[in-house]
């Protein structure tokens, strides 16, 4: 998960709430559930002595907000009686969390985060285009591409004339189709689009693919669902979307589980497992991605800046942290993850992670 959007954790001091949820409203208690997880969580949290405040705050922006349509989640963070992050997520959490310590608990939301990447969608014909850029938080902008060439019809005589009037008609098509591809590799290249949906007329988006520069074309899908035309069933492209958006997640997974195995296998330098070595990444600010596993109750040290992490007390000393605290390693490891800028992923079966840690590294 990119973690641009958490960065104003790292800039905020605790300590935190930080709530994790089953916010689904798809039963017709979910009403009166919803209240008594807010009771648990309430209590939760006034045993861990987290201050009226805050937990106020956390009560009073679930209870401001319309419920969700079907399962769903919410991931909360608090501090000082204000809200500093929330979430929806796209599936409940496997466990409702409510923690108040030092450092903020956002594992649940990289996890479950209902934001999808940004990605794009061209409803493409004969004469151009509907684009459509689906940003992360669920805004749509649209531009509509209209081709030069508008004399786009089949020729319908016969002899020479027929065949002069064809190709006519198919130059004026590829135009069309030229000033579109140039449309959609500008908005791929302005926007953080990881995957551009092709629909409509089967004909036009086949020639559209082949017109894409490959790094366009390296994360275009086609799709028989939906189109350009009146009446063209929305739901059906929708919910193909998101198949390919799902699916690409899990290649997504795989893809760093291989690239975590090569390099490891090949001694480059560029990964590294265990508490020891993935903390001591961090605290060089030389981690690209971290990859979370099971990390259980395992504990590091930190002191007052982010990326003073370890796992003793000598190697704190060094960087400036003359009185270390303990911290849980789930909190402390991502924050520090967070404050340079790496990414975070947690991952699943695909990868056994000594100490539930490893990290990618920018350089050896």
Do not use: C, W
């Not at 807010?38 to 209590?43: F, G, N, Q, T, V």
């Not at 009037?165 to 590829?174: C, D, F, I, P």
Request: charged residues 25%; aromatic residues 2%.
């Amino acid at each position: 998960m990119d973690t641009h959007d958490l960065r104003p954790l790292t800039t905020t001091t605790g300590p935190f709430a930080s709530v994790h949820f089953d916010q689904s409203h798809d039963t017709e208690d979910a009403a009166k559930q919803l209240e008594l997880r807010l009771r648990e969580i309430k209590a939760a949290l006034s045993e861990q002595d987290a201050d009226p405040e805050t937990v106020d705050a956390i009560v009073a922006a679930v209870e401001a907000t319309p419920p969700p349509v079907g399962p769903a989640g919410r991931s909360l963070i608090a501090a000082h009686g204000e809200i500093v992050a929330d979430r929806r997520l796209a599936a409940p959490p496997t466990a409702q969390e409510a923690r108040y310590s030092d450092l903020p608990y956002f594992l649940p939301v990289v996890t479950h985060a209902d934001d999808a990447p940004e990605y794009v969608v061209v409803l493409v014909d004969r004469h151009g285009a509907d684009v459509e850029v689906h940003h992360r938080g669920g805004t749509v902008r649209d531009d509509t591409v209209q081709g030069a060439e508008d004399d786009v019809h089949k020729a319908r005589t016969g002899g020479s004339a027929h065949r002069d009037l064809q190709h006519r008609t198919e130059e004026a098509v590829r135009h069309n189709l030229e000033d579109v591809a140039t449309a959609v590799a500008k908005t791929v290249e302005r926007t953080d689009a990881r995957l551009v949906v092709l629909a409509g007329e089967v004909q036009a988006r086949a020639e559209l693919l082949g017109l894409l520069p490959e790094p366009v074309r390296a994360i275009a899908e086609e799709t028989d669902a939906g189109g350009r035309a009146a009446g063209a069933d929305r739901a059906e492209l929708d919910e193909h979307v998101h198949e390919l958006l799902a699916g690409r997640h899990l290649r997504e997974l795989d893809d760093l589980a291989d690239r975590f195995r090569a390099e490891t296998g090949r001694g480059s330098g560029l990964a590294v497992s265990g508490l020891e070595a993935v903390t001591a990444a961090l605290s060089e600010s030389n981690v690209a991605t971290l990859l979370v596993g099971d990390p259980g109750d395992a504990e590091v040290l930190t002191g007052p800046e982010p990326t003073q992490v370890g796992v003793a007390a000598p190697r704190l000393a060094a960087l400036g942290a003359t009185e270390p605290a303990p911290h849980r390693a789930d909190e402390a490891l991502p924050y520090a993850a967070v404050a340079v800028g790496a990414d975070v992923v947690v991952m699943d079966e695909r990868l056994d992670l000594p100490g539930g840690f490893a990290a990618l590294l920018r350089h050896p």
